[in-house]
């Protein structure tokens, strides 16, 4: 085979036409390497060539730590080659290879092709995903599986005539917390909280009482090969701790509890909620919610998807919020007309972590009623819950983006009409931007949701909005160049470190808000956003997928740094020392910041604009 019928069988050389790839093959320099010998060094000579394997294997290594193995057709040496400085790897003969040599002047036509561009993103990609896998595999720890391998034994069911008290001792004799009950409309469930609530606590008749009349009906179910992350996440959103397993058929297989989940103990996430909602003073809610960072360390350690600790972490500030807004109603009285609390930023995405402030807003319908009339009570309300929310461990948003401002307590006319102000001009006095465009309620009986939805859907007739929303996603840049090294703070408490948010995770953040609401999309979480991006061709499905990868690795390198840094006593916080993260995890880092430049630059290119 020559060598261009070679090389038209892998990318990113088969986009090539007939002139350009013959060009390429007949530039190419042809090289034998021994088992064992090196062809780049890390931090060594910058490439020469870019290389293709035609036979053989290389390994990637970093550190000395295998990291990829590449075989034929496979293409490395781009990053050092282009960018003209030392390898971030030691690439070595796995075996008696054969290599492809492309010069310098050949090999920088390709990649910026639009093929080459595509194939440079998915090499971007793959280093992370990688590196990733790496990573985990080297911790002790074991990480979440199917839900189907927790269910220890086959359902138990009654039927909808037992008496509470009948299904009271065949949980007993099984063993179990829960029976499912058959009926005509699906599934029902009773468990042993029911019996205690809705028959003990209600003063009820056990022995006249039939499990239909107090049953959950009907009953969710999952199937046996989702996530165990996601089940946890399902329970916590749901506020149920059972959860019957399908098998691909829809055969009942068992019943997963929160203890399958989780386990026991009072660093639970089900354990810290239900704490919280049982708290009868704010002091009590307070020494609950101190428990956080223990239960977001325990994720950690237990090997949790990152992002998924941050929605964790979310869903118990939800419910600390509730619990607080329910003991200042209990205090001030009933509010006085339909209102609706409002989580801004970081807490309506659920993507939060020990470090973390307070963004939230509140909207309420005055029904006829002066502001003034009204507004002190939620001004009251708003300062309780601030103040709660702070003594809990979280504290204030020092951009002043909380309920108490009285410029986030508006009517729901007063919100749609400040969107719509925002929107039509967005100029510097809109500062709330980046904040306010991320909105979710948490508590309150106001649907203030479906009206704000309704003015962001209009986005895509407001350039000038979506062009200021677009700008705010260029403002920082990660702390590399697409072909250096990590750039460190120089100076101050944060020197020889990375901002790992402001670098990273929220220009992700901003992308994707930036992507959907261009197309009117109310989506609010970040991956979410960058999938719905790909669906509709805003950005190019291997834009998106870079950009879901480095934003779950930066994650993942945040949360275990909060994490440590909890456990040493130390005070948390964003700025990561590189060389504590030792050479796989620096590696990772460094191929995630080069994915979110590239997507700045391209979104620059889109709006016409340099990059700072």
């Excluded at 290879?97 to 036509?109: G, K, M, R």
């Excluded at 561009?117 to 911790?139: K, P, T, Y």
Aim: charged share 25%; with cysteine.
């Amino acid at each position: 085979m020559d060598v261009a019928t070679f090389l038209r069988g892998y990318a990113p050389f088969d986009s090539l036409d007939d002139v350009q790839l013959a060009k390429v093959a007949g530039n190419v320099e042809i090289e034998h390497f021994a088992p064992g010998q090196t062809l780049l060094r890390e931090a060594g000579e910058p490439a020469r060539y870019l290389y293709v394997v035609r036979k053989g294997s290389v390994e990637i290594l970093d550190d000395g730590r295998l990291i990829d193995l590449m075989g034929e057709g496979e293409v490395f040496g781009a990053w050092s080659l282009l960018g003209r400085f030392s390898p971030t790897a030691t690439v070595r003969a796995h075996e008696d290879t054969l290599c492809y040599l492309i010069p310098e002047s050949v090999a920088t036509e390709i990649l910026g092709t639009s093929a080459g561009i595509a194939f440079v993103m998915r090499s971007l990609r793959r280093r992370i995903v990688r590196i990733d896998e790496v990573w985990q595999a080297e911790r002790p720890t074991e990480t979440y599986r199917e839900v189907g391998s927790l269910v220890r034994r086959p359902p138990v069911f009654t039927p909808t005539t037992s008496s509470v008290s009948e299904a009271a001792a065949r949980m007993t004799q099984e063993r179990v917390s829960s029976l499912l009950i058959h009926t005509r409309e699906g599934l029902g469930i009773i468990t042993d909280r029911d019996l205690r609530s809705r028959v003990v606590a209600a003063g009820r008749d056990a022995s006249t009482t039939r499990v239909d009349e107090v049953m959950s009906h009907p009953v969710s179910t999952v199937a046996s090969d989702v996530p165990t992350g996601e089940v946890l996440l399902r329970m916590l959103e749901g506020g149920f701790h059972h959860l019957p397993v399908v098998d691909g058929t829809g055969r009942v297989t068992g019943v997963v509890t929160d203890t399958d989940l989780m386990g026991l103990g009072r660093h639970t996430p089900f354990a810290v909620k239900s704490t919280i909602e049982r708290a009868r003073t704010v002091d009590d809610v307070v020494a609950a919610a101190r428990d956080l960072p223990e239960v977001l360390a325990a994720l950690v350690a237990s090997g949790t998807d990152p992002v998924d600790a941050g929605h964790v972490v979310s869903l118990a500030i939800d419910t600390l919020t509730r619990r607080l807004l329910e003991l200042a109603v209990d205090e001030l009285g009933t509010p006085p007309v339909a209102w609706a609390w409002i989580a801004l930023g970081s807490a309506a995405r659920h993507e939060q972590a020990i470090l973390t402030d307070q963004d939230h807003a509140l909207a309420y319908e005055p029904g006829g009623r002066r502001t003034d009339e009204v507004d002190p009570y939620f001004s009251a309300l708003s300062s309780r819950v601030v103040d709660g929310l702070e003594r809990a461990g979280i504290p204030r948003c020092l951009g002043d983006a909380m309920a108490t401002n009285p410029a986030l307590r508006r009517s729901v006319e007063g919100w749609t009409g400040q969107f719509d102000a925002w929107m039509t001009d967005p100029g510097p006095g809109s500062i709330f931007l980046s904040i306010v465009f991320d909105y979710r309620r948490v508590a309150g009986p106001l649907d203030i949701e479906t009206p704000l939805d309704a003015v962001v859907r209009t986005a895509p007739g407001r350039p000038a909005f979506v062009g200021q929303l677009a700008r705010r996603a260029l403002d920082d840049r990660p702390p590399t160049g697409f072909f250096r090294d990590l750039v460190v703070e120089a100076h101050g408490d944060h020197a020889g470190r990375v901002d790992v948010k402001r670098g990273g995770i929220t220009i992700v953040t901003n992308l994707a808000r930036a992507y959907a609401i261009s197309r009117g999309d109310t989506e609010r979480r970040t991956i979410a956003r960058l999938r719905g991006a790909a669906a509709a061709g805003t950005v190019d499905l291997e834009t998106s997928e870079g950009l879901e990868e480095a934003f779950r690795f930066l994650w993942g390198v945040r949360l275990r740094h909060h994490a440590e840094r909890w456990r040493a006593g130390e005070p948390v916080d964003d700025h990561i020392d590189p060389g504590d993260l030792g050479p796989v995890a620096r590696h990772g880092l460094k191929e995630a910041f080069r994915v979110i430049g590239r997507a700045q630059r391209q979104l620059a290119t889109d709006l016409g604009v340099a990059l700072r």
